[in-house]
């Protein structure tokens, strides 16, 4: 009988390893090293799936034997990409520019088993966000500080307030990791959930 794989984490973001938590799957998470930036004219769907495609690689070359998640979200609001801010000042502004207009967050995932075989798909979420103050801004941001946060709205915490709708097919998606399509891809490369 065969043994069943490790599952390694491209990823050294702590929101990705909770919701990977939730499948009750043992794994390890592996830093990627991979660089983020995106390519000159680069759509953010293609952006995503890149980024996803190259953290999984990248793990999957040091660790033959696993089946490895690479995952990646790009975030924009008409052409304009909404990356993690970094910081206060970064934050009020994103969340300025986005007041009452809609974001796409484009979730990337990636699977890379043992043969190097790989799967992926790219899940979008719209988010339409309220029409926000000045002050409502700077309340938000200094109780949450969502600096490490494309967009800088965390849907899964205080930043729902933010929110006036969000369309979807996997809500998990949003917060970075749409574990209703890794399910799929985990069970493509051996590893069912159930």
Do not use: W
Not at 124 to 144: N, Q
């Amino acid at each position: 009988m065969a043994s069943t794989p490790r599952l390694i984490l491209a990823s050294t973001s702590r929101y990705r390893a909770e919701l990977l938590t939730r499948l009750g799957l043992p794994f390890e998470a592996v830093a990627p090293g991979v660089d983020e930036a995106t390519l000159p004219g680069e759509p953010a769907e293609a952006a995503a799936a890149r980024l996803a495609r190259a953290k999984a690689l990248a793990v999957a070359a040091q660790h033959a034997d696993s089946v490895v998640i690479g995952s990646d979200q790009v975030a924009v609001c008409d052409g304009m990409r909404l990356d993690k801010p970094g910081d206060r000042v970064n934050a009020i502004r994103q969340l300025t520019a986005v007041s009452g207009r809609t974001v796409v967050f484009h979730t990337a995932v990636c699977v890379v088993g043992p043969t190097a075989r790989h799967a992926e798909t790219v899940v979008p979420t719209v988010v339409a966000f309220r029409t926000l103050t000045p002050a409502v801004i700077e309340r938000y941001v200094d109780r949450e500080q969502p600096f490490d946060c494309a967009g800088s709205a965390k849907a899964e915490s205080l930043g729902i307030a933010l929110i006036a709708r969000m369309e979807g097919t996997d809500p998990t998606a949003l917060i970075g990791l749409p574990l209703i399509a890794l399910t799929d891809l985990l069970a493509q490369h051996g590893l069912p959930v159930l």
